[in-house]
């Protein structure tokens, strides 16, 4: 069990129409790993992170999370699900962080943080509120636990969702561009709350453009182009020195 | 002012009979409107489709025709051939109307929710019906309330079509007495009253908007 996988992914075809955004991807993660995603606008890391979730469907291709298949290619070449049910207790386990936070504007921060346990888990407010206290407190924002998202600043919205995503407690984290709405200011408190979850070995798959937390938080480094992974080395091999020409030119495009 | 405290009786019954019209009519619109609204964006073609040739038919023919036709025309109608009283065949035209407009409503209000909200909803694991009911009408609503508030205005002075149905709803008492006493001022106090009601409703809504605005800011 412990050496399964927590994330396999195999060939992932996605198409939008005629644009072919995904064109095989494969993934392997094992658990605390941490991964960054990284890759020119356009290049599919958005749909590849999303394809994981089931927040797109694949076109063929198959995904196991932690052992228990998401989906996978029936004989006629064409992916096909799991059963509803499944698909949701599997994605369950996997927590996403959106650019844009998409957090609940007419919940409080702490009711933002305790809906999904107790819609979803069932669980009781007595049980989850102390949690969601102490998840406020390690993203550091104890004192905003009754204020309307509307009222805080980017970064902080950012910790918040991220706490709400830990109170589902998910053994995988999704992070898709996390601090590219935010001020250049603000990057820095998201960046050290996910530098803590790293440390505390949460299993990580990052897509970012912030090459500093790519090379210093990240195990390994993937580098994606028009829709295929072009190189995927540790993290601090990638950045000495990067073996694919168009993982250099975007390197020396970023730095 | 004696006079117009003389006629004030029967101008009340008849406003009773409006209010009546207006509250039962409120009351079974909304949520039809709303399950017609669910229809409308449904992922079955189907009901969709049905629920658009609906929503044109009701809002395509005039209320007033409509009710006709229900307490005409429905006694007639081969294999339905339900004959309604009057209060029951208004309340029926009024409601199937009303839910139409109301359905368009919703409809838009659920449509300007942002997809990040169903996205991030989804990802915390949230069924489609858990996010709904949690996560996009709670938002709709504070959306929808000054069209709805509209909608509610106009309900009030649409009452006064249960007329042809030879109803005594507010209007109708108001000009039985001006026919009978050849005097216009029940036509004023009449017009007092749905200035009344529409006030009242105005001030509702305004609260209603007030209290849903608190979380943006
Ligand atoms: N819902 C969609 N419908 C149609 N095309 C889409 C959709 N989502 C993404 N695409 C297209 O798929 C391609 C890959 O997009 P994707 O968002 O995955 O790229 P990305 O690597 O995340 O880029 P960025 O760094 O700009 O976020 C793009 O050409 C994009 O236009
Ligand atoms: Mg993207």
Redesign the interface.
């Known amino acids: 069990m412990t050496n399964k996988p927590m994330i396999k992914a195999s060939g992932l075809h996605k198409r939008f129409g005629h644009n072919e955004v995904l064109k095989g991807v494969s993934l392997e993660m094992s658990k605390g790993e941490v991964i960054a995603v990284i890759g020119p606008s356009g290049s599919g890391k958005s749909t590849f992170l999303r394809c994981l ?3 797109e469907t694949i076109d063929a291709g198959r995904i196991e999370i932690e052992g228990d298949v998401l989906a996978d290619t029936d004989a006629g070449g064409q992916a096909r699900y799991a059963p509803e049910a499944e698909v ?1 207790r599997i ?2 386990r ?3 962080v ?1 650019q ?9 921060v702490l009711q933002n943080i305790i ?2 346990p107790i ?3 069932g669980m009781s407010r007595d049980a989850i509120i102390p949690k969601a206290e102490a998840l406020l407190a390690k993203v550091g924002l104890s004192a905003k636990r009754d204020a ?4 805080l600043s980017g970064g902080q919205k950012q910790r918040v969702a991220i706490a ?2 830990l109170a ?1 407690e998910p053994d995988i984290m999704l992070f898709d561009e996390p601090t590219s709405a935010l001020d250049p200011e603000l990057t820095g408190e998201v960046l050290r709350t996910m530098r803590q979850l790293a440390e505390e070995h949460m299993t990580m798959l990052v897509v970012t453009h912030e090459m500093g937390f790519a090379r210093e938080v990240a195990n390994r480094v993937i580098f994606m182009d028009q829709g295929e992974i072009v190189e995927e080395r540790p993290a601090a091999e990638f950045f000495a020195s990067p073996a694919h020409p168009r993982s250099r030119a975007f390197l020396d495009n970023m730095l | 002012m004696d006079y117009i405290l003389r006629i004030l009786p029967q101008l009340i019954d008849g406003a009773g009979i409006t209010i009546q019209v207006f509250l039962i009519t409120l009351v079974l619109a909304v949520p039809l409107g709303l399950a017609l609204a669910l229809g409308r964006i449904s992922r079955w073609p189907a009901v969709s489709v049905a629920v658009n040739g609906y929503i044109w038919l009701m809002r395509g023919t005039p209320l007033m025709l409509q009710m006709l036709f229900i307490y005409f025309a429905l006694p007639f109608v081969p294999g339905i051939g339900i004959r309604l009283p009057d209060f029951p065949a208004a309340i029926v035209a009024f409601v199937l109307n009303y839910a139409a407009y109301f359905a368009e409503i919703f409809r838009a209000g659920i449509q300007s929710i ?1 997809r ?2 169903y ?9 489609y019906a ?1 996010t709904m009911r ?2 996009v009408l ?2 709709m609503i ?1 959306r929808i309330l000054p069209p709805v508030s509209n909608e509610t205005i106009t309900l009030v002075k649409d009452t006064s079509l249960i007329y042809v149905l030879a109803m005594n709803d507010l209007l109708r008492a108001a000009r039985g007495i001006v026919q009978r006493d050849f005097t216009t001022s029940p036509f004023v106090v009449a017009a007092a009253f749905y200035l009344l009601m529409t006030l009242l409703l105005t001030w509702g809504f305004q609260y209603l908007e007030k209290r849903y605005a ?4």
């Open positions: 979730n089931h927040l949701r994605c369950r996997m927590g996403m959106f844009h936070f998409n957090l609940f504007p007419h919940m409080t809906e999904a819609t979803v888990k309307y998202p509307a009222r709400r995503a589902m | 942002d990040g909200q996205e991030g909803a989804k990802v915390l694991g949230l069924t858990q949690r996560i709670p938002q504070r608190a979380h943006d800011e």
